[in-house]
């Protein structure tokens, strides 16, 4: 299953870039041999619009444009459910299993994702109730699609 992360802003250089470039690294090299391919990461620029709304739906337009029939949708939002690492590679496992082919995780801009990706999201994620930066929230997202990776090979999880 290919897997891309789709994120609105541009991570700017720095050690928080250097930190999340390393983990979506070793995802790259560890995935596929659970079958997970890390197809990269997809920048777009925050929108200009003018209302928080117009943002969210402009937002949304250029992660739908992306989307192909039959892939798989994982939002992160501070509204979403919190789940555990083992319970998310479980779930990944499962689409994997299925037959699904693709999967995009979405970080959205400064104002959230838009409803309508909310309503057609396959899961909506957080990682917990506060609020992140985005640079932080890049490097969560690898260093978590490396353990579902490890976990998923069987490697021995540090809470087990």
């Known amino acids: 299953m290919k897997i891309t992360v789709h994120a609105v802003g541009r991570m ?13 690294e070793r995802f790259a090299k560890s995935g596929p041999a659970v079958g997970l391919e890390f197809a990269g990461i997809v920048e ?29 949708l994982i939002l992160l939002d501070e509204r979403g459910k919190s789940v555990s690492s ?22 959205g801009g400064a104002d959230g994702h838009d409803k309508s990706l909310r309503e057609q999201a396959d899961l909506v994620l957080s990682f917990g109730a506060l609020t992140w930066p985005h640079q932080l929230v890049r490097v969560m997202l690898g260093e978590q699609l490396y353990r579902i990776a490890t976990i998923l090979a069987g490697h021995p999880y540090h809470r087990s």
């Open 44 to 72: 777009v620029p925050e929108s200009r619009g003018q209302s928080a709304a117009e943002r969210r739906r402009e937002e949304a337009e250029k992660l739908q444009a992306q989307l192909q029939a039959g892939t798989v």
């Open 12 to 24: 700017k250089t720095g050690p928080e870039r250097e930190l999340a470039e390393r983990y979506f």
């Open 86 to 107: 083992e319970d998310l590679a479980t779930r990944i496992g499962q689409l994997r299993d299925g037959g699904r082919k693709a999967l995009v995780v979405a970080i």
